[in-house]
């Protein structure tokens, strides 16, 4: 086995705080998911008819950025994302149907990394990364809420919308909020500490 092959290996297998802190943080977010959906039903009637409900909606990808970027390892963005969904649909009048989401998303993400070789983590990368979760997120929305009914112009904005909220709440505030808690020393042991 090469030395390269080696380092493969080792930065591929997941350690137990890494499964720990996934858990507990996919929970925690999957909760809070919950929680802002209250925010999204009071913001939805004031922002429907405009096509401006998305400017809401791009917490829901944060999972898929935010814990990869701590734990960096292949199949993070994934595996966060299903069980941050799961632990929302026990919650949510979404059901089951939020793990479609959660799949969704996290594949977005998960191209995204894996595509930089789990290697680059700035937040740029980060903001790609939640980019394309909420395209493949509004991908879902389109057929499953049958978008095609509507104007161009309107699906531009949904669209224009979500991508904006995605980076705000997936990219730019998964950056800030991982960059806090490295520097509050509470990140030491995992790979966002030691690149």
């Known amino acids: 086995m090469t030395d390269s092959s080696k380092s493969i290996k080792t930065t591929s297998t997941l350690t137990i705080f890494e499964i720990v802190l996934t858990l507990v943080l996919a929970t925690s977010l999957g909760v809070a998911f919950w929680g802002w959906t209250f925010v999204y039903d009071f913001a939805k009637p004031f922002l429907k008819l405009s096509g401006l409900s998305y400017l809401v909606a791009g917490f829901w990808i944060l999972a898929s950025v935010f814990i990869p970027n701590i734990i960096r390892k292949p199949g993070i963005a994934i595996a966060a994302s299903l069980m941050a969904a799961f632990v929302e649909s026990l919650l949510t009048h979404w059901g089951l149907m939020s ?3 959660g799949l969704v998303q996290g594949l977005g993400a998960e191209i995204v990394f894996f595509s930089f070789s789990y290697r680059k983590w700035n937040l740029g990368v980060l903001i ?4 394309l979760s909420t395209l493949f997120s509004f991908a879902l929305d389109y057929f499953y809420y049958s978008y095609g009914t509507l104007s ?3 699906n531009l904005i949904q669209i224009t919308s979500y991508l904006l909220s ?14 806090r808690l490295l520097r509050l020393g509470l990140l030491d042991q995992f790979e966002i500490a030691k690149t």
């Not at 790609?128 to 980019?131: E, K, R, V």
């Not at 709440?169 to 998964?174: L, N, R, Y």
């Open 99 to 101: 793990l479609m989401w």
């Open 166 to 179: 995605g980076i705000i709440f997936a990219g730019w505030f998964s950056y800030s909020l991982s960059r």
């Open 152 to 154: 161009f112009s309107f």
């Open 128 to 131: 790609i990364a939640a980019s």
